[in-house]
C-alpha cells in the first residue's frame, strides 16, 4: 500500500488569493490524480497529474483555475489560482500503482475561501 | 451525468446485523468496482475491490456482489459492528481511461449499538 502525504491539512483564504497543495506518495507510483469534495458531495475528478507533462483535465476544470505540476513519479501540487468562496471544498490527493489496483487517498486539504 | 449512482443517501442498522449498500452504473464500459469507507476529516479508505470478470469477491466481513447485466454491485458487511459507521463510496474504472475512479455520491452508515 502507499502512504500518502498531503499539505496543508486545512487553510484558510482571502478570495482572489492562490494556495498550492503539495502531494507526496512515498513509493514510486503511475498514476496520481486530484479530486475535490464540495460539502455533502461526492469525490469529483479534476483531473489526472502526468509525469514531465499537461494534466489531463475533467470536463468542468481547466488549466488557468488549477495548475497542476508533476516533477516526478512522487510528488505532484494543485493550485487552486484566484479563488472564490465557491472554492472552499476538500481536495484529495490520490495515486494508483497500476489498472486493476486499488487506489489510495491522502488525508485530504480542507479549504475555507472567505 | 451521473456514471456511478448511490440511490440511498443513508442507511441505518442494528449492531450484529448485516449491512447491504447499493450501487447502480450506466457505462457498461467499466471493467472494475471499488468500495472505499471515508470518516470526517479523512481520506477515503480502501475496502475491497472486484473486477468484471467476477461475480463476488470476499474478504472478512466485507463481501461485494457484481451484477454486470443489471450494472449493479452491493457491498454486504456481516456482522456490523458500530465502528463501520461512515460514509461509503462506490467506485469505478475502465481499464483504458487512465485509471481514473468515478465515485458514486455515498451513503452514510449508522451502526446502531
Known amino acids: 500500500s502507499a502512504v500518502i502525504s498531503q499539505k496543508p491539512s486545512r487553510d484558510i483564504c482571502q478570495r482572489g488569493t492562490s494556495l498550492t497543495i503539495q502531494c507526496q506518495v512515498d513509493?514510486?507510483?503511475?498514476?496520481m490524480f486530484w479530486y475535490r469534495q464540495q460539502p455533502g458531495q461526492s469525490l469529483t475528478l479534476i483531473a489526472t497529474a502526468n509525469q514531465g507533462s499537461e494534466a489531463t483535465y475533467e470536463s468542468g476544470f481547466v488549466i488557468d483555475k488549477f495548475p497542476i505540476s508533476r516533477p516526478n513519479l512522487t510528488f505532484s501540487t494543485l493550485t487552486v489560482s484566484n479563488m472564490s468562496p465557491e472554492d472552499s471544498s476538500i481536495y484529495l490527493c490520490?495515486?494508483?500503482?497500476?489498472?486493476?489496483?486499488?487506489?489510495?487517498f491522502g488525508q485530504g486539504t480542507r479549504l475555507t475561501v472567505v | 451525468d451521473q456514471q456511478v449512482k448511490q440511490n440511498s443517501p443513508s442507511l441505518s442498522v442494528q449492531e450484529g446485523r448485516i449491512s447491504i449498500l447499493n450501487c447502480d452504473y450506466t457505462?457498461?464500459?467499466?471493467?472494475?468496482f471499488l468500495w472505499y469507507k471515508k470518516y470526517p476529516a479523512e481520506g477515503p479508505t480502501f475496502l475491497i475491490s472486484?473486477?468484471?470478470?467476477?461475480d463476488k469477491n470476499e474478504d472478512g466481513r466485507f463481501t461485494v456482489f457484481l451484477n454486470k447485466s443489471a450494472k449493479h454491485l452491493s457491498l454486504h458487511i456481516v456482522p456490523s459492528q458500530p465502528g463501520d459507521s461512515a460514509v461509503y463510496f462506490c467506485?469505478?474504472?475502465?481499464?483504458?481511461?487512465?485509471?481514473?475512479?468515478?465515485f458514486g455520491q455515498g451513503t452514510e452508515l449508522s451502526v446502531k449499538p
Open positions: 467506485a469505478a474504472a475502465v481499464y483504458n481511461q487512465g485509471g481514473k475512479l468515478i
Open positions: 472486484i473486477s468484471s470478470i467476477k
Open positions: 513509493s514510486q507510483v503511475t498514476m
Open positions: 490520490s495515486s494508483r500503482a497500476g489498472y486493476n489496483t486499488e487506489a489510495f
Open positions: 457505462n457498461s464500459m467499466f471493467d472494475y
